[in-house]
């Protein structure tokens, strides 16, 4: 046992000195996020939020409700609704993020990582960026599904790419907030129903899938200054499709993709500390 | 190297109400193994969880490979291995991909890691199950994948929470010669165990704890002196109710008899000749002999004598002796491998 495999700087007592370099918690990120990925093709099921769900959703929007949920200032149901489905399916997807990490912290294997000398944050870096990945998956499926049915968009490459980032960064900032729910989980069944309870409502109280000129004035308010809707009118803008909430006049709908950065950097500035902290302290004993 | 590769110094526990540790010391050199024999729920894995960085003490110091646990738990991870009691593997990799993940998020460069991952896999004999799912694995597989796990980086200093608990005696005794090489290659161990034949097979020097706090230590040897005696046990073809007071004499004291009066059992101190003084006393009285057993004491024997006697820290001479005397019976039915 002399050839150790893991040569390390040592000090004067032949103590490991704990110099983490940038590269080596990288190294920590991609194990941690390949090991995600690996989780999900055992187990494809697990995709079919983001693959199976957008397809239904799309249908059911588009050929169900779109006939009966006009525009206002004109344009096809069909152009209006597929930024909204994107947002709504993201939205919706971080749930996977909650669950993951509950389950992870009912397992056993959280007790071999804390046991291990890697940069810990990796637990949940890699998490959020396998969570990226598959949302990338469900923007991919959720475009094609839309040019499928007929949407269509006038825009040139960069401002497309432009509206795909601007959900998926919402996305990715609100995947934190699932991760914090997910470390405050009993289990997984508990971190699945934040989807429900949480993630519903912040999908559908917006302008994704209906014009919030027809809601109630409180609802209407709410709406206005979700997050989601400042994402989705952000992408329609974007994109050149109907973007009816342009002639609202609270300011995220005046300014949709500041107010939509704006979202996404302040949820991750208070929810991606908040989940370290939650991580160490469910950790602790 | 720092000569005393573990220490505990004092360490208390408690979770809400349950105190697990009450103030428990003890310390390993550098290349021995240490047996911390307990039943269930003693303390020995709140012990290890303090060692391995897993959970802080109330009170108390610890070190590991010379490093503060406290100070420096994230320089202590770098030195040991760790095989706990509920298998820390991912059920959805496969035994070659846990391996190699261990490797890399300590340090190890994938393709080094991705060789050693080989290594134990053949070592464990598990390369045949290398790229199957972990979940699909039996519990034996498990337990040798974590023991394997536990080794990737060769840590100098390896903590063992009940690492055969629960596996069938072929894979039991082949995690104890994996232990046995790698004692006889430097490593130090911390082992924790139920089964007092492991302690007595695994280790330099055991540490006997109940109820959080250490009631005995000493090396295996030192442990049978101090229960002091012996254990004889002879089994009559009739019940003879006068047997017991025939060989009371030549026993020294207590005999207990089995419910049917057909078995003897009593503690000795020594045994030289006492079979034959035995069987020519019984027939003397006109009682036939089917069996007769004469074992030195067993760590069964030290085992149930101190956890018994419920009398923590030293002092425990004299009740073990009462105790194992009054519990012979249950004593010999739970112990195994009773010779002559």
């Known amino acids: 046992m002399t050839s150790a495999i893991a040569q390390r700087p040592r ?66 149901y069909k152009g209006y609704v597929l930024a909204g489905l994107l947002a709504l399916n993201l939205t919706t997807s971080t749930m996977g993020t909650a669950v993951g990490l509950a389950t992870d912290l009912h397992e056993g294997i959280i007790d071999r990582f804390r046991t291990l000398p890697m940069w810990r944050p990796a637990v949940l870096v890699g998490r959020s960026f396998a969570d990226l990945l598959t949302a990338c998956l469900c923007a991919v499926v959720v475009a ?64 994704a899938m209906v014009p919030t000129q027809h809601m109630p004035g409180w609802l209407q308010a709410a709406a206005d200054w979700n997050p989601v809707s400042a994402v989705t009118a952000g992408a329609r803008h974007l994109w050149g499709n109907p973007n009816p909430s342009a002639s609202i006049s609270a300011w995220p709908m005046q300014h949709p993709i500041e107010a939509s950065l704006a979202w996404s950097v302040l949820i991750l500035a208070v929810a991606a500390p908040l989940a370290s902290w939650f991580f160490r302290r469910r950790t602790t004993e | 190297m720092a000569d005393t590769m573990i220490e505990a110094d004092g360490l208390f526990k408690s979770y809400g109400e349950t105190r697990a540790l009450a103030g428990v010391s003890f310390s390993v050199p550098a290349g021995s193994v240490l047996g911390l024999l307990g039943p269930n729920g003693a303390g020995k ?84 199950a290398a790229d199957r799912v972990v979940k699909g694995y039996s519990g ?8 394997a796990a536990s080794l990737v980086t060769r840590p100098p200093v390896l903590f063992l929470d009940e690492p055969t608990t629960g596996l069938d005696p072929v894979s039991r005794q082949g995690v104890w010669e994996v232990i046995r090489e790698l004692t006889g290659s430097g490593v130090t161990v911390l082992l924790t165990t139920q089964y007092l034949d492991e302690a007595d097979a695994l280790a330099d020097h055991i540490v006997v704890v109940n109820h959080g706090r250490v009631i005995a230590d000493g090396t295996p040897l030192e442990l049978k002196e101090r229960s002091r005696s012996a254990h004889v046990e002879v089994t009559l073809a009739e019940p003879g109710p006068e047997a ?19 078995r003897l059992a009593a503690a000795v101190d020594s045994a030289p000749g006492l079979a034959t003084a035995l069987v020519r006393a019984l027939d003397r009285a006109g009682m036939l002999v089917d069996n007769i057993e004469v074992r030195q004491p067993s760590l069964d024997d030290v085992f149930f004598a101190l956890t018994g006697a419920h009398m923590p820290g030293d002092g425990n001479g004299s009740e073990a002796k009462g105790t194992s005397g009054g519990s012979a019976d249950a004593a010999e039915l739970e112990s195994e491998g009773a010779q002559a």
């Open chain 2, 244 to 262: 017991a007071e025939v060989i009371a004499p030549l026993v020294g004291g207590r005999v207990s008899v089995s419910a049917d009066g057909l």
């Open chain 1, 11 to 76: 000090d004067a007592a032949g103590n490991r000195l704990i110099t983490r370099s940038l590269a080596e918690q990288a190294r920590n990120v991609v194990s941690m996020t390949r090991r995600n990925l690996v989780h999900i093709s055992r187990e494809p099921m697990q995709l079919s939020d983001v693959t199976i769900q957008p397809v239904l959703f799309t249908v059911l929007f588009i050929y169900i409700f779109g006939g009966a949920i006009p525009i206002p200032g004109g344009g096809s």
């Open chain 1, 144 to 207: 094609v599904t839309g040019l499928a049915v007929g949407w269509r968009t006038s825009a040139s490459p960069l401002p497309i790419i432009g509206g795909f980032a601007l959900v998926l960064f919402f996305a990715y900032s609100l995947s934190w907030v699932a991760a914090c729910v997910g470390l405050n989980s009993k289990s997984p069944e508990s971190a699945a129903s934040f989807g429900f309870i949480v993630l519903f409502p912040l999908a559908f109280v917006s302008n």
């Open chain 2, 45 to 128: 894995t709140t012990a290890v969880r303090i060692l391995t960085t897993l959970a802080r003490p109330d009170a108390g110091q610890a070190r590991v490979a010379g490093i503060d646990v406290l100070a420096r738990p994230a320089a202590v991870r770098g030195q040991i291995g760790v095989a706990a009691q509920d298998a820390t593997l991912d059920g959805l990799l496969t035994g070659r991909q846990n391996l190699v993940l261990v490797g890399e998020l300590s340090g190890v460069r994938t393709g080094r890691a991705r060789a050693r991952a080989a290594e134990l896999l053949e070592l464990f004999e598990l390369a045949y």
């Open chain 2, 140 to 147: 034996g597989m498990r337990r040798r994948l974590d023991l």
